[in-house]
Each structure stands twice: as C-alpha cells, then as structure tokens.
C-alpha cells in the first residue's frame, strides 16, 4: 500500500513563492524517482519537476530557474519550492511515484497565483 499526501498549497500573489510537500508512506523506497506534475483546468496534466535516487533533476522549460525539487529520503518526502510564481502557474499539483509498473499520486494540492 502506497500513500502519497502533499501539502503546502494556497494563494499567493504573481511573485511570490510557495513550497510544496509530498510525504510517501508504504513500499516507496529512496531508490525510486519522485516527480511533481500540475494541471489547470481545461488543460492536461503537464510534468513540471522529477528528481532520481542520486539527486539528478529535470524540469520543464516554464518552470527551469524558479522552481527547484529535492527529496529528503530518511522522510520519504520529496519538495518542490516554488518563486516567482506567476498567473500561469495556477493549477493542482500533484505528487508522482512509478512503482513496480503502477504510478501513484497523491490527493493534489491547489496552488492559486493572482496578478
């Protein structure tokens, strides 16, 4: 049994920041990779950020240099801190483990950016 639960949500205003939790309980180990998508509505669910075992990164272009993702592997929880956030950034985030063939996500959490 897999559980993700993420938190940290809320409204900010365009240029502000926020910081996103992701706490996994269950099977996940500190060898799986852990990645945050979002999605507004009316939009499909886009990948912003994923982080490896060993610390490597990547994200997507509309988010590279204001948004960063680290993982504290004793916690099981993984982070997404989040500056400069502007309009377009408004969605529900949510936290992603592939395991063993099956992906997992977690409730999502709301992040609203008002101009």
């Known amino acids: 049994q897999v559980q993700l639960v993420e938190s940290g949500g809320g409204l900010v205003q365009a240029g502000g920041s926020l910081r996103l939790s992701c706490a996994a309980s269950g099977s996940i180990f500190s060898r799986n990779v852990r990645r945050w998508y979002r999605q507004a509505p009316g939009k499909q669910r886009e990948l912003v950020a994923a982080?490896?075992?060993?610390?490597?990164?990547n994200y997507a272009d509309s988010v590279k240099g204001r948004f960063t993702i680290s993982r504290d592997n004793a916690k099981n929880t993984v982070y997404l801190q989040m500056n400069s956030l502007k309009p377009e950034d408004t969605a529900v985030y949510y936290c992603?483990?592939?395991?063993?063939?099956?992906?997992?996500w977690g409730q999502g959490t709301q992040v609203t950016v008002s101009s």
């Open positions: 992603n483990v592939p395991l063993y063939g099956i992906d997992y």
């Open positions: 982080i490896t075992s060993v610390g490597s990164t």
